[in-house]
């Protein structure tokens, strides 16, 4: 596998279900994000991590928590989502967490929460 | 706060023409980046091109190039001999340098879905 990937590419859930989300690197890169990418708004950063250490919460509810074990994985635990929390979840990397490194995405997590 | 605008939410264009997308941004800082990213149906979010702010010259990508005007905060994109495969939903985004309060978040806009007609 080269690049960011994601799984599962869709997920289904109810709101009172927990499920993860799994975004893995294999570009040797130290800073990973969560987006949010909902119909009609502009992608919504989640969460920063740099070499591990989260390093922005961009005011995201409690029922979402990050967790990014070392610099190649990174994951998004969910619990008693609401159905607006549907959307796709896009996960990205870079070498550094300076503009200057290129963001590079993942497919990304089709989101529906029933 | 950094704010990113597109104002045109469908853009179209005949292969071979050329088109240009529209982005204005507000910020405070003085140095930043500004990009411009494609997300083709159903697949991966690339960038396209990137701009640093204090660079006057324009950046160009091959048949992509953008006209940054700072003092106005307007960063287009224009696709020269556009092709079939340029048909994607366009991102603007802004990203803060070192030492402002943007550093290490990138702000979007909301998005140019481009139709390419044969």
């Known amino acids: 596998e080269t690049g960011v990937t994601q799984t599962p590419r869709h997920l289904v859930m109810g709101m009172t279900n927990k499920k993860s989300l799994k975004c893995e690197q294999h570009?040797?890169?130290?800073?990973m994000y969560w987006y949010k990418q909902s119909a009609k708004k502009p992608l919504e950063l989640m969460f920063v991590?740099?070499?591990?250490?989260?390093?922005e919460n961009n005011s995201v509810p409690s029922r979402f928590s990050p967790e990014c074990p070392n610099s190649s994985h990174l994951f998004l635990h969910l619990h008693t989502l609401q159905p607006e929390d549907s959307a796709l979840y896009l996960c990205?990397?870079?070498?550094?967490?300076?503009?200057?490194?290129?963001?590079?995405f993942g497919p990304g997590t089709r989101l529906t929460v029933l | 706060a950094q704010t990113v605008t597109q104002s045109q939410p469908e853009m179209s264009v005949q292969e071979a023409e050329t088109v240009t997308l529209s982005c204005t941004y507000d910020?405070?800082?003085?140095?930043?980046?500004l990009f411009w990213y494609k997300q083709p149906p159903s697949r991966q979010m690339i960038l396209v091109i990137r701009?640093?702010?204090?660079?006057?010259q324009n950046a160009t990508e091959n048949r992509f190039s953008v006209n940054f005007q700072k003092a106005a905060k307007s960063f287009s994109l224009k696709i020269s001999d556009s092709q079939l495969g340029d048909a994607a939903m366009y991102f603007c985004?802004?990203?803060?340098?070192?030492?402002?309060?943007?550093?290490?978040?990138?702000?979007f806009g909301q998005g140019t879905i481009l139709t390419v007609h044969p």
């Open positions: 570009l040797g890169h130290n800073a």
């Open positions: 701009q640093e702010a204090y660079k006057q």
């Open positions: 985004a802004y990203g803060g340098s070192a030492g402002g309060t943007s550093y290490g978040k990138l702000t």
């Open positions: 990205a990397s870079s070498q550094g967490p300076s503009p200057a490194d290129t963001q590079y």
């Open positions: 991590y740099n070499f591990k250490e989260q390093t």
């Open positions: 910020t405070s800082e003085s140095d930043y980046y």
